[in-house]
């Protein structure tokens, strides 16, 4: 018989507690047990350098190995490539919040896995396996706002310590489709990397009316805000070529009237800019 942890869907545990109920390693994202016939994947929004995300309500997870090519027939990757057949429960945890593990439930290979690059621990590009996962019950358990805001603040500070050249690799090898997270409604995960780079490159000029920025931020930095000219909402693309670094009234102006004539200005200078 599958073993069945005494947990609920949506608990939050810390990692000894993790490895006491699954009697799996206290390390790593993919932690296979003997002991219970399971596979433990634990996915670090605040601290991993991978881009697992979800998308339409399947959870894209990316393998093991954090550098060199990933290996679809070694370790774990091998494990969870065969999970729907080989009798292994796999379960999913998510981590927003350092030391805080959400179990989000038993999942399955929602379909073949495939291949991506990701840069790996040293930002060299490699080729990873990204394996599409499903929830065995239910949807996704919905992460509360602050959690949320507070892991999307420790991304955009590790962006903005990278120099304007990593800032053009992360961004350039971004996902281009948004990951999705439910908050209170759908929340795009927006990549920090191509932020950032939008508005290291308009240089404190808001793109849309060409005025300086209204005034700095606390670091001394113009203030200007990222926009997606196509709207995720509507399918846009979370990339550099989608998005434009406007002032907050630009920014407003767009998502209140969202003139044909103001989009056409802004896909015209993006087409200029690359």
């Not at 927003?96 to 896995?113: C, H, I, M, S």
């Not at 892991?151 to 310590?161: D, L, M, T």
Request: charged letters at 25%; aromatic letters at 8%.
């Amino acid at each position: 018989m599958a073993f069945s942890p005494e947990i609920e869907r949506g608990l939050i545990l810390n990692n000894d507690q993790l490895c006491a109920l699954f009697g799996c390693s206290p390390q790593g994202g993919m932690r296979r047990s003997l002991k219970t016939e399971t596979l433990v994947l634990v996915s670090n929004h605040v601290a991993s350098i991978y881009d697992d995300r979800w998308v339409d309500g399947i959870f894209h997870y990316t393998g093991m190995g954090q550098t060199g090519d990933q290996s679809l027939t070694s370790t774990q990757n091998k494990t969870l490539a065969e999970s729907n057949k080989n009798n292994v429960g796999v379960h999913l945890f998510e981590v927003d919040r350092e030391g805080e593990y959400k179990y989000q439930g038993l999942v399955k290979l929602a379909g073949d896995p495939y291949q991506e690059i990701q840069p790996d621990q040293f930002q060299t590009d490699r080729n990873v396996w990204v394996f599409p996962l499903k929830l065995h019950d239910g949807s996704a358990i919905p992460v509360n706002n602050q959690e949320f805001q507070s892991s999307q603040v420790v991304r955009e500070k590790k962006a903005k310590k990278l120099s304007d050249e990593e800032l053009t690799t992360k961004a350039r090898k971004a996902p281009k489709r948004a990951g999705e997270r439910t908050v209170t409604g759908t929340q795009y995960e927006r990549d920090p990397y191509v932020s950032m780079l939008t508005k290291r490159k308009a240089k404190g000029i808001c793109e849309l009316c060409n005025c300086e920025a209204p005034f700095k931020d606390s670091k001394g930095q113009p203030y200007l805000e990222t926009h997606h000219i196509k709207w995720l909402a509507e399918g846009g693309e979370d990339t550099i070529e989608n998005t434009v670094a406007l002032c907050p009234n630009c920014h407003r102006k767009m998502h209140v009237l969202n003139q044909q004539s103001d989009r056409e200005k802004l896909f015209q200078l993006k087409s200029i800019q690359t």
